[in-house]
């Protein structure tokens, strides 16, 4: 414990290249001291062990956490190891899928919902320029699919301290569309969807604060295009904010949307032939804690139909007796199996609707 435990909490203050004065030297020293103690005491009080600890400062470290102060630490601590043997008893049922620490590890779920921006996500009944795609243009399911082994899907990206997880869904199916008919994997401007796709820009989103992706896609269709990630790059994740649209970057050529197709609902057999097609956005619910905690492995576990989040379906298999849809996340790829979550496939789950309602609201963008 006393190897690494000032690390976390070491508050050098410095004026002009100069140490202050020895008083506030000494109060920064009582001040670790009795943090020391809050932390000894929060241990012994939660029957935390010694490897314990460890693991818990190595999750410090490896996430590069920063504590305002004790009252943020010991709530952090608490969540941690509430989140820990969680994982723990969870584990041991030897179930299809494992959990297992990320940056969400110190945070509780209201904490988790809070900070992702997950809010409920309603259905557009006035969604413009949609189509129902005539399942005959696939005359044969493929038996998988692998959309990232195809090269058709970008690195994952992280969404951070914003609730703009629709635009990564967006650009995703984007990327995925413009794949397919030039040959060529172009990752396209989420902060552009954040700033810009709202009503003073003729759109219907509202940046961090959530958003539909048949509305982006229709918006894409008015602009003619997006333009690429690198000419309007993402930064509402550090911000925690909707920024002010720029219109000094071009959109990518022959990136305009010309309609969308939405997919027949609570269907596994046509979000197949979707997904044979291109790779679709999907809204589902992921405020539960084992999707936040998720690690590897196809995910049985509970999880129901209130969407509030917006995700990427880029292919689907079977993994060790299990069917599974692939989904492609916007948390970074310290979440998760490196960014990606597989969700159990088939009727069974939450009555045809799919894992986590997965199969409730889909589309995807004809370029």
């Not at 909490?9 to 001291?33: A, D, E, M, P, R």
């Not at 703009?164 to 569309?177: I, K, M, Q, R, Y």
């Not at 994740?237 to 997919?263: A, L, M, P, R, W």
């Amino acid at each position: 414990m006393e190897r690494s435990f000032g690390e976390y909490f070491v508050l050098v203050i410095q004026i002009n290249g100069k140490y202050t004065s020895k008083n506030i030297i000494k109060k920064i020293l009582l001040y670790l001291i009795t943090m020391r103690a809050i932390f000894l005491l929060l241990s012994a009080l939660l029957f935390v062990n010694s490897s314990l600890i460890d693991r818990f400062e190595n999750w410090v470290s490896e996430f590069k956490m920063n504590f305002d102060n004790h009252v943020v630490f010991e709530r952090v601590f608490k969540n941690w190891v509430s989140n820990h043997k969680f994982i723990e008893e969870i584990n041991s049922k030897n179930l299809t899928y494992k959990l297992g620490h990320n940056q969400f590890s110190g945070m509780d779920s209201t904490e988790f919902r809070e900070y992702l921006g997950l809010t409920f996500i309603l259905l557009d009944e006035d969604s413009e320029q949609s189509i129902f795609y005539n399942s005959n243009m696939v005359s044969k399911i493929p038996d998988s699919v692998d959309w990232v082994s195809a090269g058709a899907v970008t690195p994952v990206k992280d969404q951070g301290q914003c609730g703009s997880c629709w635009s990564f869904s967006t650009t995703g199916a984007l990327e995925g569309a413009y794949f397919n008919k030039y040959n060529t994997l172009q990752s396209f401007s989420e902060q552009q969807l954040v700033d810009c796709d709202n009503r003073r820009n003729g759109g219907k989103d509202m940046g961090c604060s959530g958003g539909l992706m048949d509305n982006a896609f229709s918006w894409i269709s008015k602009k003619g295009g997006l333009c690429s990630e690198a000419d309007y790059p993402y930064v509402s994740g550090i911000t925690k904010e909707t920024g002010t649209c720029q219109t000094k970057c071009s959109n990518v050529k022959n990136s305009g949307v010309s309609t969308f197709v939405d997919v027949v609902p609570s269907s596994d057999e046509e979000m197949m032939k979707a997904l044979s097609l291109n790779p679709v956005s999907i809204a589902i619910e992921a405020d539960q804690r084992e999707f936040q905690l998720y690690k590897s492995g196809v995910f049985t576990g509970n999880c129901g139909t209130k969407l509030d989040h917006g995700v990427l379906v880029v292919g689907y298999g079977y993994l060790e007796g299990e069917d599974f849809y692939l989904v492609k996340n916007s948390w970074s790829t310290s979440w998760g199996d490196k960014g990606y979550i597989k969700l159990g496939r088939g009727s069974k789950y939450n009555n045809g609707d799919g894992q986590c309602g997965m199969l409730l609201q889909a589309s995807y963008p004809i370029l």
